[in-house]
């Protein structure tokens, strides 16, 4: 039986890379173990150009790649959907819900939020251009009851009293039934996450609600999963180590009197992201190692990174997993809630 393998031949203006079947033996290549694409030197020099390059992209934009090649934003939303069945089973069917979305970038989960949350739906994000997107589409769509509100949630709920303005003002001055925290913490030192919850839970949610919270785990123990990358890189450039740990902050918040009335649930799930693009893998690479929000890293060493990913990931086809952490926040629910 004839054995094939794949060639990537960059087609010139077209961005990308088009797969030719060629017989093996035609470029004296052995298929076994170390399987996967092989390149013209030229064609390799410009992808690593081209994923040094796409570094400088939006958060958002590169989330959008995240949220189409993995899995992610499914295990969020059937988590999601279960947290928003537990809320509907508790309270009235004839109450309208409200829900509050912190670091909602451009929100992939829009859909359920905004037909789940009639009465308001309210996105914080620092990143205007994330929200443009939203404000376009709720003028398109016509989704009144959707809000976008520009801001740094680590300043808004850094304390009691702003906390309190922000419903006030931004929040119409209503509690939520939910609000959630979807890979928004990573930019909050973990230091400051209990006095967050702790706001959150006085200030901001209803007295029936729930508070989702989702984050990469910190454990860095096996090769080619998102932790492993990010303690790789970080440690290695400017000494820094992974502490954000959610079931950490689970455990602080069972412990406080704010919690003395709530469920505090956790699980863990396992996302797969693979692209055949280069550049999009590398765009989510940036976003993992938070390059430059986090992470300035420089020039020399983002060439350095990418030509790793490049000879040790997407030339041998491998791809990167992520150990993802879940954390509910039931109050006022009289039976054991779902995750």
């Known amino acids: ?41 030229s064609t390799r020099r410009q992808l690593i150009r081209k994923g ?5 992209s939006k958060m958002f934009q590169e989330d959008k790649i995240w949220s189409r090649y993995s899995n992610d934003k499914v295990d969020i939303g059937e988590t999601l959907a279960r947290v928003t069945r537990t809320l509907h089973k508790t309270l009235p069917l004839d109450n ?76 119409g001055g209503s509690r939520m039934e939910l609000v959630t925290l979807h890979h928004s913490l990573y930019y909050c030192e973990a230091n400051r996450w209990l006095s967050l919850f702790s706001n959150l839970l006085r200030h901001v949610l209803f007295e029936r609600g729930a508070i989702h919270a ?29 502490e954000q740990d959610l079931q950490v902050l689970g455990g602080q918040i069972r412990a406080a009197e704010e919690a003395a009335d709530c469920q505090v649930l956790m699980k863990q799930s396992r996302i797969h992201f693979s692209a055949d693009d280069f550049e999009k893998f590398m765009a989510v690479v940036w976003m993992i190692l938070l ?49």
């Open 1 to 41: 039986m004839r054995a094939t393998f794949f060639v990537l031949v960059h087609q010139p203006g077209s961005g990308y890379n088009a797969p030719l079947v060629v017989p093996k033996g035609f470029l004296n290549y052995e298929i076994g173990a170390n399987q996967g694409r092989v390149m013209q030197t």
């Open 52 to 56: 040094m390059m796409v570094a400088e």
């Open 96 to 171: 309208a819900l409200s829900a509050l979305s912190i670091g909602s970038s451009n929100e992939p989960q829009f859909r359920l939020l905004e037909t789940a949350f009639r009465s308001g739906l309210y996105l914080l994000d620092i990143e205007q251009e994330a929200l443009q997107v939203v404000r376009e589409r709720i003028l398109r769509q016509r989704t009144n009851h959707v809000y976008t509100i520009a801001g740094d949630f680590r300043e808004i709920l850094s304390d009691s009293h702003s906390s309190q303005q922000f419903v006030s003002s931004a929040l």
């Open 214 to 242: 989702v984050l990469m785990a910190p454990d860095n123990s096996e090769f080619g999963t998102t932790g492993w990358l990010y303690e790789h890189f970080a440690s290695r450039f400017f000494g820094h180590h992974n």
């Open 291 to 339: 390059y430059p929000s986090v992470h300035p890293y420089s020039e020399e060493q983002r060439r350095e990174i990418t030509t790793f990913m490049m000879d040790e990931f997407w030339a041998k086809q491998r791809p990167l997993w992520q150990l993802q952490d879940h954390l509910v926040i039931y109050r006022g629910i009289p039976f054991p809630g779902l995750i």
